[in-house]
Structures are given as structure tokens and as C-alpha cells.
């Protein structure tokens, strides 16, 4: 009598050679397959184009004015008159529009101007009471507008009511014949951070091959700080139709010493596509690739 062990044996030995003809015609089915399919088959690219919705129907606009900008920040660059020449260069460049050429306007000197008015023809105070009195040996001294170089952002947002005057952009609208005016607001001002940063470091093994590990080391880093603020006004209307901010910065090792309009320029260089885009139907490029 066999054992148990040897009488599975030679079964599943049977077995095992019944399945691998079966087992060997599928794979060599299946790389016939493969190899016709390579050879029979060609791959080829096809170019895609996608339109991007415009930010800003400028359909009914053939002119733009590059009114000038509301500014504060740092004295060491005039944020107005650069902003206003940079994107005027730009636009020649990259927009189908006419580019009026007109003076830069001083806007923060025209939005303290409106302020104050409004001041002066606020209501009077009424009969029996009493009205404070300016001045004094506590009043602080006034300090021309435009000359403070300790202008935070909050104090540059008070200025902005003066976009909301529909009137003084009609007005200069009508003098330019509608165009589509581009104006706003820019801060940019000095900036520092302090803090652990990650860096990569070179090291050498006792081999002599070099390879790269992060280090985290306590820097003082300076900078600046650009944070414009765009409004697209209609010249017909004095309507704001369309409004995008944004905020930039830039740091530099403490020793580095950069100069403020190099910066000013490199930060803005960042910003400039975005602002066109609004004057232009952006198309994405890409490419697709199929199987016949």
C-alpha cells in the first residue's frame, strides 16, 4: 500500500501538465497581440487650444487712460509715475487698445483735496452748542500729504473714496473721449522679517563626493512690500467695472543692499501678467497625444 503522500503526488503532477499548454497558449497569445498592436499602431500629437474667459469685457473701448495711481510707502521710489510709465509701456506692447499719452495725475493730492472740501461743507454746528476748536497746544502739526514716508496701508485705504466719485471720472472721461480708465492704488514700502529658515549646505564624506543638507539657521532678512490695488473705471459712466488687488514681497540677506526702485521693478515684473490679461482673451496652448 502506497502512502497517502504518494498517491496525490502523481495526480497533481497530471494536472500541472494539463494546465501548461493552456497556460502557454494565452501568453503567447497575448504578446502576438502586443506586437501587432506595435506595429500596426501610430502615435501622433494634435495641438489643443483653450480660450480663457476674459476678466474684463473691454468690447465697447478703443482708447485707455492711464490716469495715475493714489501712492504711499517709501519717498525712494514715486510709485504714482512709475506704476503709470510701466504699464503704459506695457500696454503698447501687448494690448490692440490706443494708449492715450496725458500727464500723470497727482491723485493723492486730489483725493486729500476732495476730503478736505467735504470737511468744509459738512453741517454747521447747531445753535446752542458748541463747536471744538482746532488747534491748540495739543493739535498735532499738519503734515503735507505726500511727504510722510510713515504712510501705513490703512492710511493709504482712506484715500479711496476718491474712486468712488463718479462725477470727477466722468468728468475726465469726457474729456478723453470715454476711454476705459485704468487707475488705483500702490503701496510699496520697506519690509524685514526675522526668523528660522531652511538652506541647503554642501558637505563633503571621506570620499570626496558632495551632497546637499537642509539646514535651519536664524535670519534677518529686509525687503520690500508691493501691494497695488487695480480699478478699471468707464470713462462714460465714472462706474467702476472691474477691481483686482494683489501683494508681493521680496526679502534679502540683512548685508545684501538692493536698491528700492530695483525692487520696486522686480516685484511688479510679477504682477504685469495678471494686469494684462484683463486686456486680452488668453488662449492656453497644449497638445494631445492619440492612438490610431
Not at 493730492?109 to 491748540?136: H, K, L, M, N
Not at 502739526?141 to 485705504?157: I, N, R, S
Not at 469726457?174 to 520697506?190: C, D, K, M
Request: hydrophobic share 35%; aromatic share 8%; with cysteine.
Amino acid at each position: 500500500v502506497l502512502p497517502a503522500w504518494s498517491a496525490l503526488g502523481p495526480r497533481r503532477q497530471i494536472n500541472t501538465r494539463r494546465q501548461s499548454p493552456l497556460l502557454r497558449l494565452v501568453v503567447a497569445s497575448g504578446l502576438v497581440c502586443l506586437s501587432l498592436l506595435a506595429g500596426c499602431s501610430t502615435f501622433y500629437e494634435v495641438p489643443i487650444e483653450t480660450q480663457l474667459t476674459p476678466k474684463l469685457d473691454i468690447s465697447k473701448f478703443q482708447r485707455v487712460l492711464i490716469a495715475g495711481f493714489v501712492s504711499g510707502g517709501s519717498e525712494d521710489v514715486d510709485a504714482n509715475l512709475e506704476t503709470a510709465r510701466l504699464l503704459r509701456s506695457q500696454l503698447r506692447r501687448n494690448s490692440g487698445l490706443e494708449i492715450i499719452d496725458a500727464d500723470v495725475m497727482p491723485l493723492l493730492e486730489i483725493a486729500d483735496d476732495q476730503s478736505s472740501q467735504e470737511r468744509r461743507d459738512a453741517p454747521t454746528v447747531p445753535d446752542g452748542f458748541a463747536a471744538v476748536q482746532d488747534g491748540g497746544a495739543d493739535a498735532p502739526a499738519e503734515t503735507p500729504v505726500g511727504e510722510d514716508d510713515g504712510m501705513t496701508e490703512e492710511e493709504l485705504e482712506t484715500y479711496e473714496t476718491i474712486f468712488a466719485n463718479v462725477g470727477f471720472w466722468r468728468d475726465l472721461g469726457e474729456e478723453y473721449q470715454n476711454p476705459l480708465i485704468l487707475t488705483g492704488t500702490v503701496y510699496f514700502s520697506p519690509h524685514q522679517r526675522s526668523g528660522m529658515t531652511t538652506r541647503e549646505r554642501e558637505v563633503y564624506d571621506s570620499f570626496g563626493r558632495r551632497r546637499t543638507i537642509p539646514e535651519r539657521t536664524y535670519r534677518d532678512r529686509r525687503g520690500f512690500v508691493l501691494s497695488p490695488k487695480f480699478i478699471f473705471i468707464d470713462g462714460e459712466t465714472g462706474a467702476t467695472v472691474y477691481t483686482e488687488r494683489h501683494r508681493e514681497e521680496i526679502l534679502y540677506d540683512a548685508s545684501q543692499n538692493t536698491p528700492a526702485l530695483s525692487s520696486y521693478f522686480e516685484l511688479m515684473d510679477r504682477l504685469i501678467p495678471s494686469v494684462l490679461s484683463a486686456f486680452s482673451t488668453q488662449t492656453l496652448d497644449g497638445t494631445r497625444t492619440l492612438l490610431r
